[in-house]
């Protein structure tokens, strides 16, 4: 047991996780509480934030909340002095943060023709420019010790595209390439100290995708039944299912790895669809 608990711990460490307040960044920064780290949740609202913050605090754990947009880079600058005044330093990087647009979605009864570019602008840069601005602001702590670890978050329409989603699969696809990416730099230029990957979750009910996938009384659209029933597992994900696979590539447990994206997605990414 004491062996396990030191190959997965994050005791000593200090985590930040974009969109913490989220469906997903929340479970994410209670399991990171919970294996030791400090947690920052970053997240647009402050209150939200805050409140989330002192949940972790109340169980026993060390967390701040801060509000940031992860396209303000003067509001990330802000965000990370005041975590280096805080913890002294930042060892993990979760970018959490990322969503859809309806203009950038191509429903049924529309094409290619009828997208909305401003909206997939808007898409693209939340999911995509959104990980690379605050890799960028709080990468440097981890470059100066050449010490970190960075989780990207990908999907499965970055492995497979799927239909609809337009620009944010676009800008998935440019997260798991962005990791890989990122992950050789770090590695050639600052050493092995400092590792990237992605976790590509699988479907899971949020705020995000609860339009595409419920209908206003809570049953299945016909995309969501479509996804249940090419989903092995025969249901959406439960956010903490992602936890095991967030710490595993936040320890050492995976000093060895970098550059990967692991699905955790109930067998879909595996299901040829017969
Ligand atoms: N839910 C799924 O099935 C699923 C599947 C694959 C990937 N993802 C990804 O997981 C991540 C978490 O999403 P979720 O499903 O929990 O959705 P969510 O909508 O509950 O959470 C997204 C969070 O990002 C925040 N956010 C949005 N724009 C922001 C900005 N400009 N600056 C700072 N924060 C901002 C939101 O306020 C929210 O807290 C996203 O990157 C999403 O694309 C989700």
Do not use: H
């Given at each position: 047991?004491?062996?396990?608990?030191?190959?997965?711990?994050?005791?000593?460490?200090?985590?930040?996780?974009?969109?913490?307040?989220?469906?997903?960044?929340?479970?994410?920064?209670?399991?990171?509480?919970?294996?030791?780290?400090?947690?920052?949740?970053?997240?647009?609202?402050?209150?939200?934030?805050?409140?989330?913050?002192?949940?972790?605090?109340?169980?026993?754990?060390?967390?701040?909340?801060?509000?940031?947009?992860?396209?303000?880079?003067e509001q990330l600058v802000a965000a990370n002095k005041r975590v280096l005044q805080e913890?002294?330093?930042?060892?993990?990087?979760?970018?959490?943060?990322?969503?859809?647009?309806?203009?950038?979605?191509?429903?049924?009864?529309?094409?290619?023709?009828?997208?909305?570019?401003?909206?997939?602008?808007?898409?693209?840069?939340?999911?995509?420019?959104?990980?690379?601005?605050?890799?960028?602001?709080?990468?440097?702590?981890?470059?100066?010790?050449?010490?970190?670890?960075?989780?990207?978050?990908?999907?499965?329409?970055?492995?497979?595209?799927?239909?609809?989603?337009?620009?944010?699969?676009?800008?998935?696809?440019?997260?798991?390439?962005?990791?890989?990416?990122?992950?050789?730099?770090?590695?050639?230029?600052?050493?092995?100290?400092?590792?990237?990957?992605?976790?590509?979750?699988g479907f899971f009910l949020t705020e995000q995708n609860r339009n595409l996938l419920t209908?206003?009384?809570?049953?299945?659209?016909?995309?969501?039944?479509l996804i249940v029933q090419q989903t092995p597992y025969g249901r959406f994900g439960a956010?903490?299912?992602?936890?095991?696979?967030?710490?595993?590539?936040?320890?050492?447990?995976?000093?060895?790895?970098?550059?990967?994206?692991?699905?955790?997605?109930?067998?879909?990414?595996?299901?040829?669809?017969?």
């Amino acid at each position: 047991m004491q062996y396990l608990e030191t190959l997965f711990s994050l005791k000593n460490k200090t985590a930040l996780v974009t969109g913490g307040t989220g469906v997903l960044g929340r479970a994410l920064c209670s399991s990171l509480a919970r294996a030791g780290a400090s947690v920052v949740i970053v997240g647009r609202r402050k209150e939200a934030a805050e409140q989330l913050a002192l949940e972790i605090v109340n169980s026993g754990g060390r967390a701040i909340g801060i509000s940031a947009d992860v396209l303000d880079k003067e509001q990330l600058v802000a965000a990370n002095k005041r975590v280096l005044q805080e913890f002294g330093s930042l060892d993990i990087l979760v970018n959490g943060a990322g969503g859809n647009l309806p203009g950038a979605i191509i429903t049924p009864d529309k094409t290619i023709f009828d997208l909305d570019m401003e909206d997939f602008k808007r898409v693209v840069d939340l999911n995509l420019t959104g990980s690379v601005l605050p890799t960028q602001v709080f990468g440097q702590t981890m470059a100066a010790n050449k010490q970190g670890v960075i989780i990207n978050i990908s999907s499965m329409t970055a492995l497979r595209p799927l239909t609809r989603v337009l620009g944010y699969g676009a800008a998935k696809a440019a997260i798991s390439n962005f990791t890989q990416w990122l992950a050789v730099e770090m590695a050639k230029k600052f050493g092995e100290g400092i590792r990237v990957n992605a976790i590509a979750p699988g479907f899971f009910l949020t705020e995000q995708n609860r339009n595409l996938l419920t209908k206003p009384d809570g049953s299945l659209t016909e995309r969501g039944e479509l996804i249940v029933q090419q989903t092995p597992y025969g249901r959406f994900g439960a956010p903490e299912e992602l936890c095991g696979t967030l710490l595993w590539l936040c320890s050492d447990a995976s000093k060895f790895v970098s550059g990967i994206v692991v699905p955790v997605d109930g067998g879909f990414s595996a299901f040829g669809g017969i």
